[in-house]
């Protein structure tokens, strides 16, 4: 995108409208797709134009009466929605690899600005998806390219900030036993597993 469109993009509020796309339709693959894709770039901020540039003028225009919070302030108001959307968007389409693709660009981007990596390191399985794409999808140059680039940005985090590190841990094991959790409940309910409730008569 012109880094002019994208900032009247975002401004207006175009990462709220993906993210309320995601929401609303979870399990439409086109849906899930085009918004990942649009995420891709909005999740970049623009480089600051000049305040004096045509450029930054057409801007003000644009969005004169709107939202002027800046592209980073919005950005960091929706950064854990946006990472669990897209987490959710993998779980929910692990088998395809085009969205698997966009998805892992779009927390890649987001990895390029080290204050999200707690964000991405605490959201619920983002970390372990992206350990699953980088050993499933070994043929898919971009996305081993961007998923291994966000694994190795968080690893390098995690191996500098020990308090980031516990609470990564600490995550992790709370994960697990939610699942753990989850599974006896479903185990419980199978057929013929079910509770003996019947009453005899005497």
């Not at 305040?51 to 950064?79: G, H, K, Y």
């Not at 968007?89 to 966009?102: D, T, W, Y």
């Not at 390191?121 to 680039?149: F, K």
Request: proline share 4%; glycine share 2%; hydrophobic share 40%.
């Amino acid at each position: 995108l012109i880094p002019s469109q994208k900032v009247v993009l975002v401004r207006l509020g175009g990462i709220s409208a993906a993210n309320n796309a995601m929401i609303h339709h979870p399990y439409n693959p086109e849906v899930q797709f085009r918004a990942l894709f649009a995420l891709i770039n909005l999740v970049i901020p623009s480089d600051n134009l000049s305040e004096n540039s045509v450029e930054a003028e057409t801007i003000r225009e644009q969005v004169a009466d709107m939202n002027q919070d800046t592209e980073i302030e919005m950005l960091n108001e929706c950064i854990e929605q946006v990472t669990n959307l897209v987490v959710v968007a993998m779980k929910n389409f692990c088998s395809s690899e085009a969205i698997l693709n966009r998805a892992c660009l779009v927390l890649h981007n987001l990895s390029l600005n080290e204050t999200y990596h707690n964000v991405l390191l605490l959201t619920p399985n983002c970390y372990q998806m992206l350990e699953w794409c980088i050993g499933n999808y070994r043929h898919d140059n971009v996305l081993q390219q961007s998923a291994r680039g966000t694994h190795q940005r968080l690893q390098l985090t995690l191996s500098r900030d020990p308090i980031l590190r516990e609470a990564f841990t600490k995550s992790l094991r709370i994960q697990q036993e939610l699942a753990v959790e989850s599974a006896r409940r479903d185990a419980a309910t199978m057929p013929g597993e079910q509770p003996d409730v019947s009453m005899s008569i005497n």
